[in-house]
């Protein structure tokens, strides 16, 4: 089994910035990627970013490139979402996954899940 704990989220102004980190512990061996999503009130869990720990490869959603960064600390076992120039739409709770696979947008693709943690950005 896999176990991943988010840490990072709270309250920022508009423009501000925030970290997120997702620790991975348990069989992480078997992983080959990890993504962060989000979901706001009322709306579908979508994709945000991913990293293809193999290629060493990311990817972002549109609606956050150039503004966020996904990364990840070998040692550590623990992925990072940081977060800059934060707009009051990217409000929501983000969720850090993990897949065994190449890393995908799609969420059922992933096969383990965190609690997620609550970002919200005022105007």
């Known amino acids: 089994q896999v176990q991943l704990v988010e840490s990072g989220g709270g309250l920022v102004q508009a423009g501000g910035s925030l970290r997120l980190s997702c620790a991975t512990s348990?069989?992480?061996?078997?992983?080959?990627?990890t993504g962060w999503f989000r979901q706001a009130p009322g709306k579908e869990r979508e994709f945000v970013a991913a990293?293809?720990?193999?290629?060493?490869?990311?990817y972002y959603a549109d609606s956050v490139k150039g503004r966020f960064t996904i990364s990840r600390d070998n040692a550590k076992n623990t992925v990072y979402l940081q977060m800059n120039s934060l707009k009051p739409e990217d409000t929501a709770v983000y969720y850090c996954?993990?897949?065994?696979?190449?890393?995908?947008?799609?969420?059922?693709?992933?096969?383990?899940w965190g609690q997620g943690t609550q970002v919200t950005v005022s105007s």
């Open positions: 348990g069989r992480t061996f078997s992983l080959d990627g």
């Open positions: 990293i293809w720990w193999s290629l060493r490869s990311t």
């Open positions: 996954a993990a897949s065994r696979t190449n890393p995908t947008m799609l969420a059922r693709d992933y096969d383990y």
